[in-house]
């Protein structure tokens, strides 16, 4: 499930970017950056806990942002397209607190929808 939420997310920033343009674009793209990055911590970590989850994702986005302050990411950007669409390559303030609202946006779906213990099955194994 946490895969093609992934795949979800991806085809929605890029509907997004397609068809928006200015600061709602590029901030909604920055959430849904974080919602990715908590995608692909829950298809690595199945059972990893939603608060857990997206704080890893908050603390990977805000240090791609951050890395942006050294300028290896604007030199690996003039590189590479996908390095340029994966670590940007200019520090931006607002970013980091997007990655905090994407980050809230993947914490409250993963603890809506996510993969809950079964109860009855852990009762009957006191049981047994």
Not at 93 to 102: E, H
Request: glycine fraction near 10%; charge should be positive; hydrophobic fraction near 50%.
């Amino acid at each position: 499930m946490a895969g093609v939420c992934a795949v979800l997310t991806v085809a929605a920033g890029l509907g997004v970017r397609s068809v928006g343009s200015g600061d709602a674009a590029k901030y909604t793209g920055d959430a849904l950056y974080t919602v990715l990055v908590q995608a692909l911590v829950v298809v690595v970590a199945p059972r990893v806990r939603p608060l857990t989850a997206a704080l890893v994702a908050l603390a990977v986005s805000c240090g791609v942002e951050l890395l942006q302050l050294t300028g290896v990411s604007a030199e690996l950007a003039a590189r590479s397209e996908i390095a340029r669409l994966v670590l940007g390559s200019t520090f931006n303030a607002p970013d980091l607190f997007w990655y905090g609202v994407g980050a809230a946006a993947g914490w409250a779906v993963h603890a809506a929808f996510g993969r809950r213990p079964d109860r009855n099955r852990d009762t009957q194994l006191v049981r047994e």
